[in-house]
């Protein structure tokens, strides 16, 4: 009998330096570097360069890094209209990966081990992930997309893209560190997802289009929107023993908690919580966040000897709410910053690449007898 894992859980798939988890202990380091470092001290353009090159860069590299990601910010008319002609009430996931698919069929990047068409194809797509989500929000309900503007920061520039009003720079901030601290983690299933593709020699436009496809289920990305979700669902503070009660017993998943590696509560859940803090604290939406705390604080009694604790995707989802955000638009901004960790990984494969090409344990039946048309008035066995 062979050796089985479901979902690979445990199986390296392949080496890498590009980021280290420790799930017992709650430690994510980017190249080396815990991204509570990261998220006091860098932005997010830094980081993806951390990630894609290996060191942090210099005044002048990431000088002239922010001006190649400003530059190419802008995205194609054709991109719009393409945006323009899906469907309004279609998810901005499903915009998002039709129009990275696209994108590469505008700058051809088929020469995957070319250095200067690598960091090209690298700076478009961090550059215009932001351009095309802010477009499809802004399409879709009837408004014309904004175009970028160049003297704004990474961060900024999205909010601006989304609302036509140059951002508060506390929020700015927020949101560049809630970039930081989804830019990368390790082995997860679209990442996987990205270098299976990759490992087939795709270009990255159509590596990472397979990624945000991987990106958008509520087992994965998708778990920030489905919180709100939850959340909305549960209403008051009275509700929560009942709603979570039902679901546990059911064996239902809760959203936002749990995670494959993570046996105690996720880092970044650590780093966006003081935020949603400090906002609840600033804004109207205390109720909200008293309510997602007190979640927490239930699911810690349930299932937290279990190691059931939030993840980044919990407060993500808390935060995105309390600044305002769309709630679809939360697991397409995920994929904003995830970009670079893609990216990383997708290098590294095609640098020592080999097919990914797992094996099966097969389990149908062998050798039928064919039974023509006119014989299968039941079904055949
Ligand atoms: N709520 C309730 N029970 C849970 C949860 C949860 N969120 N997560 C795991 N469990 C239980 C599960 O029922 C099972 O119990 P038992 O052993 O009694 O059958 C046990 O824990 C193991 O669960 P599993 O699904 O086999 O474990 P996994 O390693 O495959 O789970 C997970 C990882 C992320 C798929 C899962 O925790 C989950 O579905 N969580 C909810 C969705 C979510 O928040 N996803 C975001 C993940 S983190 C960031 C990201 O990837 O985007």
Redesign the pocket.
């Known amino acids: 009998m062979r050796d089985f894992f479901p979902?690979l859980?445990g199986i390296p798939a392949a080496k890498s330096s590009v980021s280290f988890v420790d799930g017992a202990e709650g430690v994510l380091e980017y190249r080396g570097i815990r991204i509570e470092d990261l998220a006091k001290h860098s932005s997010f353009l830094e980081t993806a360069f951390l990630l894609l090159f290996n060191r942090l860069p210099t005044k002048r590299e990431l000088d002239d890094f922010t001006r190649d990601i400003s530059h190419h910010r802008r995205i194609k008319y054709r991109i719009i209209d393409l945006l323009k002609s899906l469907p309004e009430q279609g998810h901005p996931m499903d915009a998002l990966q039709a129009a990275v698919a696209a994108l590469g069929m505008f700058y051809p990047a088929h020469e995957v081990l070319d250095e200067a068409i690598r960091y090209l194809t690298a700076v478009r797509l961090i550059a215009k992930l932001p351009t095309i989500v802010a477009a499809f929000a802004r399409l879709r309900r009837g408004d014309n997309a904004i175009r970028p503007r160049d003297d704004l920061s990474y961060a900024e520039n999205f909010l601006y893209m989304l609302t036509e009003q140059i951002p508060d720079p506390a929020m700015a901030k927020i949101f560049d560190v809630c970039l930081i601290l989804h830019a990368e983690h390790t082995m997860?299933?679209s990442t996987f997802s990205g270098m299976v593709t990759a490992s087939t020699l795709a270009d990255p436009y159509t590596a990472v289009s397979s990624a945000i496809g991987t990106l958008k289920g509520?087992?994965?990305?998708g778990?920030n929107e489905a919180v709100i979700h939850m959340l909305e669902e549960i209403q008051t503070l009275e509700r929560i023993p009942e709603y979570l009660n039902q679901k546990?017993t059911n064996?239902e998943?809760?959203?936002?908690?749990?995670?494959?590696i993570y046996k105690v509560k996720?880092p970044r859940a650590i780093v966006m919580q003081a935020f949603a803090k400090q906002l609840a604290a600033d804004t109207t939406t205390q109720s909200f966040y008293t309510l997602a705390s007190a979640v927490e604080k239930h699911m810690d009694a349930r299932?937290g000897p279990?190691g059931?604790r939030p993840?980044?995707?919990?407060y993500s989802g808390i935060l995105y709410h309390q600044m305002g955000i769309d709630t679809d638009l939360f697991t397409p901004m995920?994929a904003i910053a995830r970009v670079a960790g893609w990216l990383a990984h997708c290098f590294e494969q095609y640098h020592d690449n080999h097919l990914f090409r797992p094996d099966q344990i097969y389990e149908g039946q062998r050798n039928r007898p064919y039974q023509s048309l006119a014989n299968r008035e039941t079904s055949s066995s």
Request: glycine residues 14%.
């Open positions: 979902g859980a997860n299933a509520p087992l994965h990305g778990a546990l064996k998943k809760i959203m936002g908690f749990g995670h494959r996720d299932v279990k059931i993840n980044v995707d919990f995920f």
